[in-house]
Nanobody, 119 residues
């Protein structure tokens, strides 16, 4: 059984930084992509950033220049370094990955971690 475990959320002041981590575990054959989504209260879930294999990185316009996604292929882990945080970055952040395991290919989601940007 494949799962994603996130960590690193919390409360931070505007202008501050946080680093989110997401580790995939289980009987993993390969990972097509790993990424982060977020959902603010009353809003739809949106893509924040993702990295597809080793050759494509994508960011939402709202986080470009402030957030950096990186992936540790040996540890099946993806990170999201968030700098210059703004109150509008407040949301539940979800890790997602496209994973091939013994059960075939499927999209896997983490449980979510809350990021609150407030003074």
């Amino acid at each position: 059984q494949v799962q994603l475990v996130e960590s690193g959320g919390g409360l931070v002041q505007p202008g501050g930084s946080l680093r989110l981590s997401c580790a995939a575990s289980g009987s993993i054959f390969s990972i097509r992509y790993m990424g982060w989504y977020r959902q603010a209260p009353g809003k739809e879930r949106e893509l924040v950033a993702n990295v597809i294999r080793s050759y494509s990185t994508n960011y939402s316009d709202s986080v470009k220049g402030r957030f950096t996604i990186s992936r540790d292929y040996a540890k099946n882990t993806v990170y999201l370094q968030m700098n210059s945080l703004k109150p509008e970055d407040t949301a539940v952040y979800y890790c997602a990955a496209g994973i091939t395991s013994i059960s075939g290919y499927r999209e896997v989601w983490g449980q979510g971690t809350l990021v609150t940007v407030s003074s």
